[in-house]
């Protein structure tokens, strides 16, 4: 596969030069044939720019640019997020709300909003797709060591279920599902499971309790024993050493609080990794989905 490369700085800053042109891309987002009013059907109509309303001309019918998307009734302006969003693209390793302050000039606090709110439409995305076929799934623990030293599932560390959709012969990943659960048992896991992966997949886990039952979901389910040497699971501990490695830094100074957040950005990211250069606009797509407007946030 032949990899385009994500937009330049350059690139970047010629299609959006100013706030006109942010508001003409979202505009083209939610109405791509125009605006024509939904009450009416009168495509004449007014713009008020403080508040980003399109107003239709005939009956006053009154509708947002941004309503259902992260960047509803804002103050930070359209073009910092437009940047916002395309830092969080470009890097692969992940921006800190810290380097974006800096190199966007906002107070720390808001760059970190902004990263957090960026977050739940990339979460709000990949809720959309289940896995399917054959998933791997493992448990795996983030997090400061025991100070009473215990291992295992008996651990006081974050608790996260990891599962992964692999080809037949194991040569390839497909897309992940990364869950922090509070307690691991066969209740979490069958929730995860249920809320993650599609019926009739073969999940492979290992032999441990917390997986016993879930057949009665189903799903196939094949069971290996934890045996030093063997790897019967090799792509889900693949994923789990690359995501410690992305969240590395970050969960010490957040804690365990914010670390579905990161894990959120790690799937999002690994999920889309072979389309990098259309980053910029699924993200800003999936900044802006609408399928969570109401009625009230329309009109309002
Ligand atoms: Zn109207």
Not at 15 to 43: A, D
Not at 57 to 74: E, I, N, W
Not at 104 to 110: E, M, T, V
Request: contains cysteine.
């Amino acid at each position: 596969m032949v990899q385009r490369e994500q937009m330049s700085l350059l690139e970047f800053n010629q299609r959006f030069p100013s706030q006109k042109e942010c508001i003409e891309h979202l505009f083209n987002l939610r109405w791509p044939n125009g605006f024509v009013c939904p009450r009416c059907n009168s495509p004449k109509y007014g713009f008020h720019s403080g508040r980003f309303l399109y107003q239709c001309k005939d009956c006053r019918y009154q509708a947002s640019l941004t309503a259902g998307s992260v960047m509803h009734k804002t103050r930070t302006p359209l073009m910092v997020w437009f940047w916002t969003i395309f830092m969080v693209a470009c890097d692969k390793r992940g921006h800190s709300a810290l380097s974006i302050s800096k190199e966007l000039k906002i107070s720390y606090w808001i760059a970190w909003t902004l990263l957090q709110k960026i977050r739940r439409a990339m979460a709000g995305q990949d809720r959309r797709y289940k896995l399917k076929g054959i998933v791997e799934l493992d448990d795996a623990y983030w997090g400061d060591k025991d100070k009473v030293k215990k291992r295992g599932r008996g651990t006081t560390k974050s608790k996260v279920l990891v599962a992964v959709s692999t080809d037949a012969k194991k040569e390839h990943a497909g897309f992940v599902k990364m869950e922090v659960v509070k307690i691991l048992n066969q209740d979490t896991v069958s929730k995860f499971v249920r809320e993650n992966i599609e019926p009739g997949s073969k999940i492979q886990t290992d032999d441990l309790n917390i997986y016993k039952s879930l057949s009665d979901l189903g799903v196939q389910h094949e069971q290996y024993p934890i045996v030093s040497g063997e790897k019967p699971l090799p792509w889900v501990h693949i994923i789990i050493s690359n995501a410690k490695i992305f969240c590395l830094g970050t969960y010490h100074r957040f804690g365990r609080k914010h670390l579905q957040a990161y894990l959120t950005e790690f799937c999002y990211r690994f999920n889309r990794r072979f389309w990098e250069d259309q980053l910029f606009d699924r993200l800003l797509a999936a900044c802006t989905n609408c399928e969570s407007t109401t009625y009230a946030e329309l009109t309002q």
